[in-house]
């Protein structure tokens, strides 16, 4: 199947702790996204990466780093978890036509 | 800050009738689209309208742009149980790979 693949699906930590999201895309996309939807469902972007280059970065604290090591990869990883952090967490892919969305990761930081 | 707002935030109609959801947004756009996310589950793109059209169908969904309003809408026609979800608009800045989200409609179509 063609699509855009996020793990874990769930993600249950303390605070304090450091923890990864993965995410792969098989669509041949050159540019990949990482967006966050808090509790009211707000959607905004967080990263944007193309070709393995970072593009957008916006205004998110530098516990947050993406890593890209091809362009149909990028993960983000998270240090020292707080609890404003929880949140649902969404990968994406784009082309001139449209992007296409991961299901998702619920980071719940306790 | 949220570029677009949408309205209704909230929408509960019949089966069978029409649902329509209206997004306003601030700046200039290359292009506005909408999507669709049902409850826990991830967004599925529906429509992408350019700034230099004004009016896309594809299937059930008709979709409206108004440049000079800064404003677009989405009607769903002959709704169904299934398309209860949430629909964002979302919209791509001219030159900026992004995309900025409105605020969303829960619609709820009671059977």
């Known amino acids: 199947d063609t699509a855009v693949s996020q793990t874990p699906k769930y993600l249950v930590t303390q605070m304090g702790n450091d923890k990864s999201i993965k995410c792969e895309q098989n669509l041949g996309h050159d540019t990949m996204y990482w967006y966050k939807q808090d509790s009211k469902k707000f959607l905004k972007i967080m990263f944007s990466y193309n070709n393995k280059e970072l593009i957008i970065n916006e205004t998110v604290p530098n516990r947050f780093s993406p890593k890209s090591p091809d362009k149909a990869h990028l993960n983000l990883h998270i240090n020292s978890l707080e609890l404003g952090d929880s949140a649902v967490y969404f990968c994406?892919?784009?082309?001139?036509?449209?992007?296409?969305f991961g299901s998702g990761t619920r980071l719940t930081v306790v | 800050s949220q570029q677009g707002e949408e309205d209704p935030q909230a929408l509960s109609i019949q089966e069978g009738e029409n649902a329509t959801m209206n997004c306003s947004y601030k700046t200039s756009i290359n292009n506005l689209q909408w999507y669709r996310q049902n409850s826990g589950r991830g967004l599925v793109h529906l429509i992408l309208?350019?700034?230099?059209?004004r009016e896309k169908h594809s299937g059930r969904l008709r979709v409206t742009l108004d440049t000079s309003k800064k404003s677009s809408s989405l009607l769903i026609t002959a709704s169904r149980a299934a398309d209860t979800a949430s629909y964002f608009c979302?919209?791509?800045?001219?030159?900026?790979?992004?995309?900025?989200f409105g605020t969303g409609t829960r619609l709820t179509i009671i059977p």
């Open positions: 309208i350019r700034s230099n059209e």
């Open positions: 979302a919209t791509e800045l001219s030159g900026n790979e992004k995309l900025t």
């Open positions: 994406a892919s784009s082309t001139i036509y449209g992007y296409t």
